[in-house]
């Protein structure tokens, strides 16, 4: 009896082991924000845009975005792909000033708590999804600029494409399907 529960209990020992690892995978670092950052979608160094900032992580290097919402639409574009390994956005509880978002001071997206349809303009004076680390200092700034805070999941998907066929896109957030 004992010959055959030994295998048994192993292998039930071995699989459980495993159970925490797998999805629990740690997100590579973000990189520092520098002068050769360059914007998907503009085509524009980075810096040059006031307000919260955003990369995507698929490899060795990242994708940079001029601000929060570029990253989040990025995410939500069927066209877009969707292997990357991260997402990081400007933490902006920590930002030394809106023209200035910090080059070091990033939360991963996914975590963050968004101030949408505030008074602040991000990159090329678009409506910004203005990200913290902490839903305290989202809502003091929703306080100070109006707007209502959201989790990631929760960022209407026509606030940040406008209204159209990619708000319900299979996958994009905000989606139905």
Same mark, same amino acid.
């Given at each position: 009896?004992?010959?055959?529960?030994?295998?048994?209990?192993?292998?039930?020992?071995?699989? #459980?082991?495993? /159970?925490?690892?797998?999805?629990?995978?740690? #997100?590579?670092? *973000?990189?520092? #924000? +520098?002068?050769?950052?360059?914007?998907?979608? /503009?085509?524009? @160094?980075?810096?040059?845009? *006031?307000?919260?900032?955003?990369?995507?992580?698929?490899?060795?290097?990242?994708?940079?975005?001029? $601000?929060?919402?570029?990253? &989040?639409?990025?995410?939500?574009?069927?066209?877009?792909?969707? +292997?990357? $390994?991260?997402?990081?956005?400007?933490?902006?509880?920590?930002?030394?000033?809106?023209? @200035?978002?910090?080059?070091?001071?990033?939360?991963?997206?996914?975590?963050?708590?968004?101030?949408?349809?505030?008074?602040?303009?991000?990159?090329?004076?678009?409506?910004? +999804? !203005? *990200?913290? $680390?902490?839903?305290?200092?989202?809502?003091?700034?929703?306080?100070? @600029?109006?707007?209502?805070? &959201? +989790?990631?999941?929760?960022?209407? !998907?026509?606030? &940040?494409?406008?209204?159209?066929?990619?708000?319900?896109?299979?996958?994009? &957030?905000? $989606?139905?399907?």
């Amino acid at each position: 009896m004992r010959r055959l529960l030994f295998p048994i209990i192993a292998a039930a020992a071995f699989g #459980l082991a495993g /159970c925490g690892e797998e999805g629990s995978a740690a #997100l590579p670092e *973000p990189f520092a #924000l +520098t002068q050769d950052a360059m914007g998907r979608y /503009c085509g524009m @160094n980075v810096l040059e845009h *006031p307000g919260p900032k955003g990369q995507i992580i698929f490899g060795p290097e990242p994708i940079w975005f001029s $601000s929060a919402r570029d990253a &989040v639409a990025f995410t939500m574009l069927p066209e877009e792909p969707k +292997t990357y $390994s991260a997402i990081y956005v400007s933490d902006m509880k920590h930002a030394p000033d809106w023209d @200035n978002p910090g080059a070091d001071n990033w939360v991963d997206a996914r975590a963050a708590f968004y101030v949408i349809g505030s008074s602040a303009r991000g990159g090329m004076g678009a409506a910004e +999804t !203005v *990200p913290f $680390s902490t839903r305290d200092a989202a809502e003091r700034f929703a306080q100070d @600029n109006g707007g209502e805070v &959201v +989790t990631f999941e929760d960022i209407p !998907v026509d606030y &940040v494409l406008g209204p159209g066929d990619a708000a319900t896109a299979p996958g994009a &957030v905000g $989606s139905t399907q």
